[in-house]
């Protein structure tokens, strides 16, 4: 009897213990929600610090292809290869305004494409210089065209959205990231028209008037025409071309008739300009080439004019001076601009410039190949000088 008592109690026992109480539950998973609470920020940097890697392992790729560029063609590539955006009747120029869906009117493709043969974009490099778009002249792409393009080859055009290097992880997957259309504004005009491809970097745009910088390395009193980005496309006005202080000059073009222009021999003649030495005057090591271009969270995949230097419009296109989705002011707001900042900024000259989703930081090219995670705090003196290729400053960042 003692025996089986025992046994019993064993038993009870035993099945007491199978089960956790009310209060044991409850404080397993408070520790677990502790647990979670203190991990998932650091699981978020992790992410978020191999993303940014990624961004600029993208910059570094783009700085290999520049690189690459100049040793095969002896120079750098243009920043475009011009358009004919340009006003009538005057020298240097080439006919013909721009209106909405005119095939008459052209925008020699930017940087960004004239590079693609040496980012393994080969076939999409063809496309520009042997456009299927009847019509099209060689290395452009308006949104006439690529409306088209989209239309009769949609593979293709996709295509120009999907080159993963143009963009940046933080702030938007890879894949097919083009602009086709944008009725969001409802605004009416054609410097809507700037569709095709995006991307999250910019290439660095500094443009001043007459003006010089003064002994303390400040602009002069005429100040600087950032406004013009646009006209520093078009290729045959050489005060355009004086007057763009950036790292990469417009290309210039060996046909032209002003007379009779002939858009196909014009854009396919397009030939780069200044060689390292002769752009870089500051050194390679002193000069910013790329960065990551400022897009308020609110404007992402909008291209407007309603909010026009926010614009996520093609990176293959110069745009016009409202436009700026290739290029972006060094001095755009004054300073590097976080992800919430001047979302609601309508119609303001140089509203928007450069800045990154990346918290407190943004990445730039420098011209030796290097790729520098730059403090929005960064003053941007600095970085105006850095930009600019021939003032004589050598300046480094903090």
Not at 63 to 86: E, I, L, Q
Not at 98 to 119: E, Q, R, S
Not at 229 to 254: D, I
């Given at each position: ?43 978020q940097?992790?992410r ?9 392992n993208h ?41 909405a869906?005119d ?56 295509g ?9 992880p933080?702030?938007?997957?890879s ?26 970097y ?21 100040g ?34 002003a ?28 000069q910013l080439?790329?960065?990551?271009k ?98 004589g ?6």
């Amino acid at each position: 009897m003692f025996n089986l008592i025992t046994q019993n109690k064993n038993v009870q026992t035993k099945k007491e213990h199978q089960a956790f109480t009310l209060v044991e539950l409850l404080v397993v998973i408070a520790i677990i929600g502790v647990l979670i609470a203190l991990l998932l920020p650091a699981v978020q940097a992790a992410r978020e610090a191999a993303r940014r890697m990624r961004c600029s392992n993208h910059l570094k790729q783009m700085g290999v292809a520049v690189h690459n560029f100049h040793d095969t063609r002896k120079a750098v590539p243009p920043s475009s290869v011009g358009n004919n955006w340009c006003q009538d009747g005057q020298a240097g120029f080439l006919t013909g305004n721009v209106k909405a869906n005119d095939n008459k009117t052209f925008d020699g493709i930017t940087l960004f494409g004239i590079i693609f043969p040496f980012i393994e974009q080969q076939a999409l490099y063809d496309e520009l210089s042997s456009p299927t778009v009847a019509g099209a002249p060689p290395f452009t792409m308006t949104a006439w065209t690529f409306k088209e393009l989209y239309t009769t080859n949609k593979q293709v055009a996709e295509g120009f959205g999907s080159v993963s290097i143009f963009c940046c992880p933080t702030r938007r997957g890879s894949g097919n990231n083009i602009m086709i259309e944008d009725t969001t504004d409802a605004q009416a005009g054609w410097e809507c028209e700037f569709l095709g491809a995006q991307g999250d970097y910019a290439i660095i745009h500094n443009a001043y008037g007459t003006g010089n910088r003064d002994a303390s390395g400040n602009p002069g009193a005429t100040g600087w025409t950032s406004h013009n980005w646009f006209q520093t496309y078009c290729s045959r006005k050489p005060s355009h071309y004086q007057n763009q202080h950036g790292p990469f000059p417009v290309a210039k073009w060996e046909v032209f008739d002003a007379t009779t222009p002939d858009w196909v021999a014009s854009f396919r003649s397009w030939q780069p300009r200044d060689n390292m030495t002769q752009r870089w005057k500051d050194g390679t090591s002193n000069q910013l080439l790329l960065g990551e271009k400022h897009i308020p969270v609110n404007r992402l995949n909008k291209c407007s004019i309603a909010q026009a230097e926010s614009a996520d419009c093609s990176i293959l296109t110069a745009g016009v001076w409202r436009s700026f989705s290739s290029g972006r002011d060094i001095r755009g707001a004054g300073r590097l601009a976080r992800p919430d900042e001047f979302a609601d900024t309508i119609n303001v000259i140089n509203a928007y410039g450069f800045g990154s989703y990346h918290p407190g930081i943004c990445n730039f090219l420098i011209g030796d190949g290097s790729v520098r995670s730059v403090s929005i705090t960064t003053p941007n003196r600095i970085l105006d000088l850095l930009a600019d290729t021939i003032d004589g400053y050598s300046v480094t960042l903090p």
